[in-house]
C-alpha cells in the first residue's frame, strides 16, 4: 500500500517504507479511514481486488471472490475494476433498471422469517405487543408460502397479507401440499379473523413490506429466478458488485442484502465450513451505518468477521464513526484486526490510538 505511519505510540509516529497487508488479516476484517479523496476505495477495495483478480481468474492458484458494497453512488469504482480485469460476474444496482436481479425472499423459512422481522417491523419503547404480533404473523405466512412448492417473492407475501381472498388461497395450496398441521391451524385462526381487523393489526408491517414490492426498481427484487444466488455466490467463489448510492431506499436494500449474507454465514458456521474466506467490502457506508444497521452483521459475530465474511469497512471521519453507533467502537474493537487510516490529520491520529487503546497516556511535566 506503499508508504505509512505506524501509530502504535501517536506521539512519535514512525514511518514505514512499505505497508503490506497480510492476507491473513483479511480473516478478520480491515477498517480504513481517510479524508475525501485520501485513497481509501484505490488502496483499499481496487488494491485488494486487484491482488486477487489481476488478470484471468482462471489463472489464479485459488479462486477468491468477493462481495463489493458501493453506498458512493458513483461507478468509477465499477469501471476501474473492469478496466484492471476483475469484472463482476454479476452487478446489482438499487438504480440501474438493467442489472442483475435478486429474491429478498430467498432461503429457507427461519431465514426469511429472521430477516423480514428485522426488516419490516418497527418496535416502541412502549410496548412490544404490535411487534410481537407482526412476528407471529411471520412465523407462520412465509411457512404458509414455502409449504405450496412454489417460488414466493415479497410481492407474494404482500398479497397473501394485504388481499383477502389471497390468503386463503395460499392456505388451501399449502394444505393441498401437507404443511404442517400448526402452520395451517395458526394461519387459519388469523385468515379467520375481520379483514379490516387482521390488516390493521399488521399495518406497520404493510407498510415498511410496500417498498420492496412497489415501484420501478421491484421487480429486479423479486425475481423468482434471480440471477444472483447468496448461497451459490458464495460456495462457487463470484464476485459480485452491488451498487447502491444512498437513499432510504438503498438502505433498506442493504440492509436485506447483509441480512442474507448474515444467514449464509450463520449456516456455515454450523456445517463446518467457516473458515473458507469470502470478503465483503463496503466502501462510502457511512450513512448506511445508522442505530441497527450493524448489528444483524455483527450479530452472528465471528462466523461473519471472522470465519465466512471478514468484513471491511471504510469511512470518511471521525464523526461519519461517532455519529453512527454510540458503542460503534466497543463493538469493532472486538470485531476487527486491523485499522488503517489513509492521510488523516494528527487529531485523529490520537483519537482514535487513544480508543484502539494502542498506547498509554504519559504525564508531561
Known amino acids: 500500500m506503499g508508504t505509512a505511519d505506524d501509530i502504535s505510540d501517536p506521539s512519535s509516529p514512525r514511518r514505514v517504507p512499505r505497508a503490506v497487508i497480510p492476507r491473513s488479516v483479511f480473516n478478520y476484517g480491515i477498517l480504513l479511514l481517510g479524508g475525501m479523496g485520501a485513497g481509501k476505495t484505490v488502496s ?131 394444505e393441498r401440499a401437507g404443511a404442517d398441521p400448526f402452520v395451517l391451524s395458526m394461519a387459519k385462526n388469523f385468515l379467520s379473523q375481520d379483514f379490516q381487523d387482521r390488516v390493521q393489526l399488521i399495518s406497520g408491517l404493510l407498510n415498511r413490506l410496500l417498498i420492496f414490492v412497489h415501484g420501478p426498481y421491484a421487480a429486479r427484487l423479486n425475481a423468482y429466478q434471480p440471477d444472483i444466488d447468496i448461497p451459490s455466490v458464495v460456495s462457487e467463489q463470484k464476485y459480485v458488485f452491488f451498487h447502491l448510492p444512498y437513499t432510504a431506499f438503498a438502505r433498506d436494500v442493504g440492509i436485506a442484502l447483509v441480512e442474507m449474507f448474515a444467514s449464509e454465514a450463520r449456516r456455515r458456521q454450523i456445517s463446518g465450513t467457516g473458515n473458507q474466506l469470502y470478503p465483503l467490502l463496503l466502501d462510502d457506508w457511512g450513512k448506511f451505518f445508522m442505530t441497527t444497521f450493524p448489528l444483524p452483521l455483527l450479530a452472528v459475530g465471528r462466523p461473519i468477521c471472522r470465519w465466512c465474511f471478514p468484513f471491511s469497512r471504510l469511512v470518511n471521519s471521525m464523526n461519519s464513526v461517532c455519529l453512527s453507533e454510540p458503542s460503534w467502537m466497543t463493538t469493532w474493537r472486538q470485531k476487527l484486526s486491523c485499522a488503517l487510516w489513509v492521510t488523516p490529520p494528527l487529531i485523529l491520529r490520537c483519537a482514535f490510538s487513544a480508543m484502539l487503546t494502542s498506547y498509554e497516556p504519559r504525564p508531561v511535566s
Open 44 to 174: 483499499g477495495i481496487l488494491g485488494f481486488l486487484y491482488a486477487h483478480f489481476d488478470g484471468p481468474r482462471d489463472r489464479l492458484p485459488e479462486q477468491l471472490g468477493a462481495a463489493v458494497f458501493d453506498g458512493k453512488g458513483e461507478l468509477d469504482m465499477y469501471r476501474r475494476s473492469v478496466g484492471m480485469g476483475a469484472t463482476p460476474d454479476y452487478f446489482f444496482s438499487s438504480e440501474l433498471p438493467d442489472s442483475h436481479s435478486i429474491n429478498l425472499m430467498a432461503g429457507t423459512p427461519e431465514d426469511v422469517v429472521d430477516r423480514c422481522s428485522r426488516l419490516l417491523i418497527g418496535t416502541t419503547t412502549s410496548t412490544t405487543y404490535y411487534s410481537d404480533q407482526q412476528r407471529a404473523v411471520l412465523t407462520f405466512m412465509v411457512p404458509l408460502l414455502a409449504a405450496t412448492g412454489q417460488p414466493y417473492n415479497a410481492r407474494d407475501l404482500y398479497a397473501s397479507l394485504a388481499v383477502d381472498d389471497a390468503g386463503w388461497e395460499v392456505y388451501q395450496a399449502a
